[in-house]
């Protein structure tokens, strides 16, 4: 079984990357403007995320518009949508079951069924971190995509905003946490099930009486 150290820690990045994973999936980021050539113009600047986009002036007034529909968002925005807001799931739900799980808790009092449950725990969340890495990367790799093509006009480019950095490090941390659990949340083979009792003949046979 993992040591109590390990687990607090555990807890800590999975509580650290639900936070980021959030924040990837709220905040309008994921794409900014990109001031480059004769597309000079900066006094205002467009923002772009899962749910919505935004226009931010100079003065620091900003418009946001929800997308009409689903069905006219690119590809990599629709997944976008349905892994983050899975890898928020995962993350919650791995995080409550770590915590019912771990040592340092009193919820499960059954010691063999501890390392299991981490075990599951570990799995979570590595699932959840590569749910949160995939969009991000498939996003990421469509904006330079897109940048260095010369077809694309200058206005249109865009370059890589924080929610991309940002759900970066939340799966990189997801899956440090879950990595840690399953080396860590082995079951010991040695203390499950019942122990066997042995006697010698001569030490536990009770006393008979021969006629």
Known sequence: MGSVGVQIVCVALGVLSLIGVIVCCVVPRWKVSSFVGSNIVTAQ???EGLWMECVVQSTGQQQCKSYDSLLVLPSDLQAARAMTIISCLFSCLSI??????ADFTT???NEDAKPKISLVAGVGMLLAGLLVIIPVS???????RDFNNPLVATSLKREL???????????VLL????GLL???SRPNSGSSGGTAKYYSNSASAPNKNYV
């Open 96 to 101: 409550l079951i770590l915590f019912c799980g």
């Open 175 to 178: 899956l440090l946490a879950g």
């Open 45 to 47: 600047s467009n923002q």
């Open 182 to 184: 399953c080396c860590f």
């Open 161 to 171: 905003g924080a929610c991309i950095f940002v759900g970066w490090g939340a799966g």
């Open 138 to 144: 498939w996003s990421a790799h469509i904006v330079v």
């Open 107 to 109: 919820c499960i009092e």
